[in-house]
Antibody, heavy 124, light 104 residues
Framework: QVQLQESGPRLLKPSETLSLTCSVS????????WSWIRQTPGKGFEWLGY???????RYNLSLGSRVTMSVDTSQNLLSLTLNSVTAADTAVYYC???????????????????WGLGTMVTVS | EIVLTQSPATLSLSPGDRATLSCRAS??????LAWYQQKPGQAPRLLIY???KRATGIPARFSGSGSGTDFTLTISSLEPEDFAVYYC????????FGQGTRLE
């Protein structure tokens, strides 16, 4: 089954840019919708956005213009960029596949069936 | 924003017991609810989607029910590996998660 693996810098200073990638093992990055999700002990899980190789993007409004996501089908990679980080962006960051099964709501199903292992990013 | 409230926060049971976990939405989300299991240091694992459909490879002892605002995850007979944290999640407008129930 598909495996997802996040990678990127683990320690950032305030105001720096967070850049993570997610490798998709089976080359299916162009066939699914994907999301980035983060988890903190205090706030729990926070969905960051959806992305599809077609150019579809939908971001969590709480992030404003700080967030950008992209897909590279030639490299089977997803990317997440978050600008002007603060301590509040300290979290475990996951990439996840939108479940291809289930009821579609506005073009997407409602759950995430495959998750990466997660990568801890600390802003300090 | 639709808020999901899970109860109880902690559930203390023994192997072989029946576990009943609750998730309540602040407004109707029809059947657009998923349940996940998370163990320490691991990613969440999808158990149930669309409120009652088991994900691929999930044992039959896991079942989900409910619609509208009240949902339940039931584990019919707890196995040792089932002790973990369980989260509900909806995507009626954008995805949000409950705060979790720790099954110990």
């Amino acid at each position: 089954q598909v495996q997802l693996q996040e990678s990127g810098p683990r320690l950032l200073k305030p105001s720096e840019t967070l850049s993570l990638t997610c490798s998709v093992s089976d080359g299916s990055v162009g066939r699914h919708y994907w999301s980035w999700i983060r988890q903190t002990p205090g706030k729990g899980f926070e969905w960051l956005g959806y992305i599809h190789h077609s150019g579809y993007r939908r971001y969590n409004l709480s992030l404003g213009s700080r967030v950008t996501m992209s897909v590279d089908t030639s490299q089977n990679l997803l990317s997440l960029t978050l600008n002007s980080v603060t301590a509040a962006d300290t979290a475990v960051y996951y990439c996840a596949r939108v479940n291809p099964s289930g009821t579609y709501v506005s073009g997407l199903t409602t759950s995430f069936d495959m998750w990466g292992l997660g990568t801890m990013v600390t802003v300090s | 924003e639709i808020v999901l409230t899970q109860s109880p926060a902690t559930l203390s049971l023994s192997p072989g017991d029946r576990a009943t976990l609750s998730c309540r939405a602040s407004e109707s989300i029809r059947s657009f609810l998923a349940w996940y299991q998370q163990k320490p240091g691991q990613a969440p694992r999808l158990l149930i989607y669309d409120a009652s459909k088991r994900a691929t490879g999930i044992p039959a002892r896991f079942s989900g029910s409910g619609s509208g605002t009240d949902f339940t995850l039931t584990i019919s007979s707890l196995e040792p590996e089932d002790f973990a944290v369980y989260y509900c999640q909806h995507r009626y407008n954008w995805p949000t998660f409950g705060q979790g129930t720790r099954l110990e």
